[in-house]
């Protein structure tokens, strides 16, 4: 028997101590990652810099990969609208801004994120989880303009290059990034 069972995030108290708790602790996340990467990543020191004693840090969260898992889940949480703009490029094209403009905040806990990713299977598995979701919520942009097409080959057209660039390339977001790749999806829906 597990003896620290550990409830689903925000579920004892939800907007209560334990909200406040998990607001403080991913703040810490977010700004040791920042600072320091991956490796400023413990559980002692996101204790530390949060305020939260770090028996319920150990408690509530175990390790680095627990943490950086609610820090994906707490982004799934945020709400999310596709764009309706009237045309499949339209859409396409400000899902891609609104990429570009996550990875290219400064600081950006985004990529910050994502790269940490690479050393843990459970921030892997929750990064995953997160774009099963963006998927199937932009899935109605390909729907709506062109029925037969496959949404998630057509947003991954769209939107997988502009990662490349910005992500792997450390490419300057040129200005017409955002369109240039949403064209790309828009052809791939036929």
Do not use: K
Not at 6 to 13: D, H, K, M, T, Y
């Amino acid at each position: 028997m597990d003896p620290y069972p550990q409830a689903p995030p925000g579920a004892a108290r939800p907007g209560g101590r334990t909200a406040r708790t998990r607001a403080q602790v991913l703040d810490a996340v977010a700004s040791l990652l920042l600072e320091g990467g991956f490796d400023a990543l413990t559980v002692d020191a996101v204790a530390a810099r949060s305020g939260v004693h770090r028996t319920t840090v150990y408690r509530r969260w175990r390790d680095t990969g627990a943490l950086l898992a609610d820090s994906f889940d707490a982004a799934r949480e945020q709400p999310w609208q596709p764009p309706d703009t009237g045309s499949l490029l339209g859409d396409l094209t400000e899902i891609n801004r609104q990429i570009v403009a996550a990875l290219t905040e400064h600081p950006s806990i985004t990529g910050a994120l994502i790269t940490a990713s690479f050393r843990s299977p459970a921030a892997a598995r929750a990064l995953r989880d997160f774009w099963e979701d963006r998927f199937a919520t932009a899935a109605v942009v390909v729907e709506r303009a062109a029925p037969g097409a496959d949404p998630r080959t057509v947003l991954i057209a769209a939107c997988a290059p502009v990662f490349y660039e910005l992500a792997l390339l450390r490419s300057p977001a040129a200005g017409d990034l955002a369109e240039r790749y949403a064209r790309v999806g828009a052809a791939a829906a036929g």
